[in-house]
Nanobody
Framework: QVQLVESGGGLVQPGGSLRLSCAAS????????MRWYRHAPGKQREFVAS???????VYTDSVQGRFSVSRDNAKNTIYLQMNDLKPEDTAVYYC?????????WGQGTQVTVSS
């Protein structure tokens, strides 16, 4: 059965760093389009970053230069390295896998940026 599990969230001070992981079961991520989203209270779910099977990554403007997404095919895992975190980055972060035409989501991991 296909399953995505996010981990690595937590409480961090502004300017700090976290690395989120998304481990997949039941599918091979090496050739799957992957995305990170986040959902903050009172706001619409927001696209954060995506990575193609080729390794090419794109980012939303608000995280450009601070976040980086990568994949480890041997571990069947993708990562979101988050640096210089800001309070507005506080949200539940979700991993999304899109083996067309299907779409899978993890349960999310909470990231809280606060002094």
């Amino acid at each position: 059965q296909v399953q995505l599990v996010e981990s690595g969230g937590g409480l961090v001070q502004p300017g700090g760093s976290l690395r989120l992981s998304c481990a997949a079961s039941g599918m091979n991520l090496s050739d799957v389009f992957m995305r990170w989203y986040r959902h903050a209270p009172g706001k619409q779910r927001e696209f954060v970053a995506s990575i193609l099977a080729s390794g090419f990554a794109v980012y939303t403007d608000s995280v450009q230069g601070r976040f980086s997404v990568s994949r480890d095919n041997a571990k069947n895992t993708i990562y979101l390295q988050m640096n210089d975190l800001k309070p507005e980055d506080t949200a539940v972060y979700y991993c999304n896998a899109h083996p067309r035409p299907l779409d899978y989501w993890g349960q999310g991991t909470q990231v809280t940026v606060s002094s």
